[in-house]
């Protein structure tokens, strides 16, 4: 059984490998789009800053001058968007007539408000044209107020009693103190007061390292590095197209590839040496493992290949955990050969199985989010996408690539694709023994 | 070496194999002859295990078709009808495959697909991708495929159509030669000449039905040793003959059919002169006057009343 399975497999490689045309289908046109996808959306070598900067309005606040640049620079230097400062009222007008995004409105008196512990409430208007990209905006604007909160809630958690709003007997308002010049801050220590200066002395200290801790990224927004920034908030959705697009058609690329290697059982039906291959010393469960196999080889090195040129040329994170991304390739690939296996056998023509799979590989894609990400999709089909066993890689390889996960992360995408690897082949094969048992196997 | 009873094979309504019985001793080259549709392929494909029996048993190399599929496999080599090669592989690629499914590898492989190779005349041709061969030339390397792992039994499916006399005559001295060192040949075919050179035994099939079958000259002598002679005859004429062959010692009665009269004669030295001489006197034509032996055409002929060509 198992040098038959073993001349099965490579046979069917070497017959891959020698076929220059289907190689150039099987790899050159994926890699050729993939480049051409990288180019338009992607970073690295060619792509400069990436997907083009998705334009949104800032209005409203009294930050300080110094913020308030801070504030712009960090947007923009995350290469995704081009911010522009105006009014409550303009903006409204940009995200009404597209020309924006989406608008963040400031409250006013903000750091006053925030300074006295008052509610802070923000408000990010989206433009409902345009989902993916408003909803990018939603959501790392969503990821800084977290950190923003987290550290701010770390903050009261130390001092739970400290209540700012009592220093009335200080010359100016402490924001003052601590945001202004800090040599005034400095002058203000020398009070005759032991007691106050004491005080004050304390309130600095803490003061001090409550600036600290709005020094950290939240408040900063220093975001020129893109990858560290993923890897700490994975709420949210990538922040390149294209990191969410190569995976996403790597994958669809690689349905197709593995329609491409199963229908060869039918070439083999059609041209006799399947006859001929089952009158020799293999059964049923051979040919299809030897198929599966064959494919899951082909599939899983495609796939590798696809992500690795993404990696060099575009910058995608494909590197963090090569044995996790592996794995997932052998995975998926295994999920698909089996699934268009069993495709591949209910039918009995070439013709039935190019039809069935075509059909079947565009809903699939789809559903399970080859085509747009399924979040996009209302929640019933969403629930539907979770069938598909793209759905399940396209979910592995995105915790991977996008938020920088690694191999624990994506045991349960893993299981998923095993589950249905296995249980795939095994129904196949079911298949194949009863076709064989009918007289219609070849 | 092959046994087979009762064997029934229906697709469908089509019964394309009719409750046949025969045995093919070991070292026997037995063969198959029938026409287009007749049923050989299915009975190969029963016996090969490809199609599950309809009724009726068979045995191969001591393994039941039903019951031992796995066993039978391991001791038949199959040469299908059809040319069943990977074309996209060379001569040598495709031997080494069908090699490795039965197990051969390492030298032991590379030793016996050269052997084939050489066999088959087809060693220069070894590299080069079977889609640019000549039909005699795939024809070749589909025997050989079928040799690769030695096997007990083989069956051969019309091996030799749809190519030329030289090409075929190859075939069949390897297949002689073959059968010569041991191995059991079911050899089917719907060329009579081929049955006639080759087999030691043959069965006629028609219409999935076994018509005749035994020793090929038994089978020939079931006819009888008489020749036929046939010549354009005039019906108005036929008394006179029927008058004039009363002293020529005939097999059955005269024939005549679409102007065509025929005689089964024991002694054809003496009457064959006669008759050209009567049918000159009369100033008849003496074109068409034609002399059969028996053969199996006769044979095939007389069993179901239909050349086997049609
Ligand atoms: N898969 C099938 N389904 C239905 N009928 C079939 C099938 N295969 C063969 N037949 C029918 O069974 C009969 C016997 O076919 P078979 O192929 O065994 O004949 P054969 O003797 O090999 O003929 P040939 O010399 O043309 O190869 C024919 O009438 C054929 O039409
Ligand atoms: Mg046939």
Redesign the interface.
Known sequence: MLSGLGALVRKDLLRQVRDVKSLVIYLGVPLLLTFIMGISFGGGVFGGSGISAIPMALAGGDLPGGMRDQLTQGLQETGLFTVTWTDSTEAARLVAEGEVRAALILPDELMSRFFQGDDVVFKLWKDPNSQVKAGIVEAIMTGILGQFQAKEAAYRSLWPDDELGEFGELEEPLEEIFSGDPVRAVRALRTDDGALREELLLRFERGASFGQSMQEPALVLDLHDRQDWAAEDDTRPSRNLYDYFLPAFAVFFMMWGTVAIIRDLHRERENRTLARILTGPVNVATVALGKWVTAVIMASTQLMVLLIAGGLLFGVRVGDAPVALLLVAVATAGAAASVYLILGLVVSTEKAMDALTTVFTLVFGMLGGNFFPIDLMPPALHAVGRITFNYWGNRAFSEIITHGKGLFDVVDELLVLSTIATLGLIVAVAIFAVRQRRGVAA | MIEIKGLVKKYGSTVAVDNISFSVERGELFGLLGPNGAGKTTTI?VL?????ATEGAAVVAGCDVAKDA?GV??R?G?V?Q????????GAR?NLN??G????L?GKDLQRRTEEMLEAVELGEHARQKVSSFSGGMKRRLNLA?GLMHGPEVLFLDEPTVGIDAQARGKILALIRRLNEDGLTVLYTTHYLEEAEQLCDRIGVIDRGKMVALGDKDDLIRQIGDEDTISFLLPPERLDELLTLSTKWDLVGDVEHRRGCARLRVRDTARVLPEIQMWLAGQQLPLDHLEVHRPNLETLYLNLTGRALRE
């Open positions: 494909s090969s295990t490809l199609l599950p796995d496999r391991r038949i199959v299908p059809e040319i069943a090669l990977y074309e996209d592989l690629d495959f069908w490795r499914l039965y197990g590898s495929a």
